[in-house]
């Protein structure tokens, strides 16, 4: 039984690992993240900057403490926007009734995710109260860090000069390229 254990946790890790890079990269090509995360791979066509950033961001979070830590951050952190996305699915379902869906849930099962969320972000508070309020302060920091250096409207005119001169010695430095095409299929063949 540990065994199995053990390589369901690395394969968990794993696609953790590709997803967490790809989502990253998207973000990036979209608009969301600074433009030097959207480079890829010349060679193995991977988005290299991407990953590097989600690395470090891991190795930031085991700082403070252990993988038990980083655990409870992140899965404190997961389940946030977990509950945000089924609170939105059931706003979407009422205030769209007519929109297509490719797929449809019954409303009760949005609700019961949604209390268990609440549980799995409010619960964590009683427990570990300075790991939860550290971040919550994370999040809650994105959100100006966001609007003064990703927001086109809000953002300062310098910015975007040192995020392409971050930009140009990533694609060096990383050996990569930006994509210069929108289609998933044609970045990644």
Known sequence: ??????????????????????????????GS??????????????????????????????IPSDIGTLLDIFSFAAWIFYGLCFVGLIVLRFREPHLERPYKVFIFIPV????????????????DPYSSLYVSAGIIGGIPVYFL??????????????????????????????PASDSDEEIFK
């Not at 369901?8 to 990253?24: E, K, L, P, W």
């Not at 433009?35 to 085991?62: C, D, G, M």
């Open 149 to 178: 250096f990703i927001y086109e409207r809000t953002s300062p005119g310098f910015f975007h000069t040192v995020s392409s001169v971050i930009t140009r010695y990533t694609l060096i430095v990383c050996a990569s390229s930006l």
């Open 112 to 127: 019961l995710m949604i209390l268990a969320s609440l549980y799995l972000v409010i619960a964590p508070f009683f427990d």
């Open 1 to 30: 039984m540990p065994l199995l254990v053990a390589v369901s946790t690395f394969g968990a890790t794993n696609g953790a690992t590709f997803v967490a890079g790809r989502q990253t990269f998207a973000a990036a090509r979209e």
């Open 33 to 62: 993240f600074p433009e030097f995360l959207a480079v890829v791979h010349n060679r193995w066509k991977t988005p290299i900057a991407s990953l590097i950033f989600q690395s470090l961001i891991a190795i930031f979070y085991l």
